[in-house]
């Protein structure tokens, strides 16, 4: 019975929520005649840099241009070591070897965050280390006081990858305000989510987001005037007309109802065979996603069947270290990352989506209480 059942994210319950105001947004911008960096663009930037408390939000093609870009910007090029962690999206290690450097990796801790001691070991031993690309892997804030002292003390360039993070804080601090900056995704399973591909890059440092304008537009400085070698790395006029006026003002109301989710999962959630790691330190997270861990590695799959069994939607983040995939020259065995390799092998994340229904979310916790 489809009614019954409870996906992992539920694009018909957005369709439903926002639909006339998509499509009012669409009917604007194509009144407008104006189809790519135009008003749309420029005022969702201002928005969206305001609702997050940055100064300069710079629109782009998706989440892995807008990481390439904050990197080039910062200078990383060919020659530079980013590190960065095995526990991510490919994209966030692909946008590294994209800006032309080279990807390192480092542990991460039991939140699947990067462990900042590895990194600063790493730092330490690799002195072509110019960059680091922390993730705040799902909606959780990496500790940003200490990405600062690892940014001053070592003289490294710091780029957050808050695809998974808008709006989440580290101490008070909004992810990538004392940073070269953070990028973001608005791919459509993530909290700001588009009806398409698109992301930003979200800074205070006005060099910066100069720099990025250029790179996502041919490294045009005004028109047909190069100064850089850049991309066509657009955010169109259409994604932003419908995420301005029809996705981003219920962002904070989604986030908070991820919030009273995740807090309901982590007083509830009581079964030996799962581990609930809860929220780091100075995180203020936004729980794009909910992950569980399993005690036994061997059964996640077999709890991810019983789960779907009762219809009961699941995913994995993420199956295979970015360090490991095969598109690498040389990829490195998931045991070079213990911490990281465990966690992959026994995360799963449940429904967190603020179309998730209390009726619903007691099922979850309820199925998961009884396996
Ligand atoms: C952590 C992380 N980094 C980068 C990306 C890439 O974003 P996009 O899909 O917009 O390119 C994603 C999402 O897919 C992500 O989850």
Redesign the pocket.
């Known amino acids: 019975m489809s009614s019954s059942s409870i996906p992992a994210v539920d694009f018909a319950a957005l369709w439903a929520d926002i639909g006339p105001q998509a499509l009012e947004a669409v009917a604007r911008m194509g009144e407008s005649g104006w189809y790519v960096l135009g008003t749309e663009v420029e005022q969702f930037e201002r928005d969206l840099a305001a609702a997050h408390g940055v100064e300069h939000a710079i629109g782009c093609a ?6 390439e870009i904050g990197l080039r910007a910062a200078g990383i090029g060919p020659g530079d070591e980013v590190l960065t962690t095995p526990l ?2 490919f ?2 290690a692909l ?1 590294i070897a994209r800006a032309g450097a080279t990807p390192r990796f480092a542990d991460v801790d039991e939140f699947g965050l990067l462990d900042l001691d590895a990194v600063e070991r790493a730092i330490e031993r690799h002195p072509a280390i110019r960059a680091v690309v922390p ?3 799902y909606g959780h804030a990496v500790d940003g006081a200490r990405l600062q002292q690892l940014a001053e003390a070592h003289d490294v360039a710091i780029l957050e ?1 808050a ?2 993070a808008v709006l989440a804080r580290s101490d008070g601090r909004p992810v990538g305000a004392d940073t070269i900056g953070a ?1 973001t ?3 459509p ?2 909290n700001l989510g588009a009806l398409g ?3 930003a890059l979200l800074t205070n440092r006005p060099e910066i987001a100069a720099a990025a304008r250029e790179l996502r537009d041919y490294g045009q400085r005004a028109k047909y005037e190069h100064v850089r070698l850049g991309l066509n790395s657009r955010l169109d006029e259409l994604h932003a007309a419908i995420l301005r006026t029809a996705v981003l003002p219920r962002l904070v109301a989604a986030t908070d109802r991820r919030r009273v989710i995740a807090t309901r999962y982590l007083a509830e959630l009581d079964n030996e065979q799962l581990i609930v790691p809860g929220v780091p330190q100075g995180s203020a997270s936004v729980w ?1 996603l909910f992950p569980v861990f399993v005690v036994d590695a061997d059964q996640r799959d077999a709890f991810q069947a019983y789960l779907r069994e009762q219809q009961i939607g699941t995913a994995v983040h993420y199956p295979i270290l970015a360090s490991a995939q095969e598109a690498w020259d040389a990829p490195e065995p998931p045991s070079a990352y213990p911490v990281a390799d465990r966690l992959a092998r026994t995360e799963l994340s449940l429904p967190i989506h603020p179309y998730l229904s209390d009726e619903d979310l007691t099922r979850v916790i309820a199925a998961c209480n009884a396996w």
């Open positions: 998706s989440g892995l241009d807008a990481i991510t999206a994209a966030t946008a993730v705040h892997l990858d695809a998974q990028a995704s608005f791919y399973t993530k591909d698109g992301g794009h």
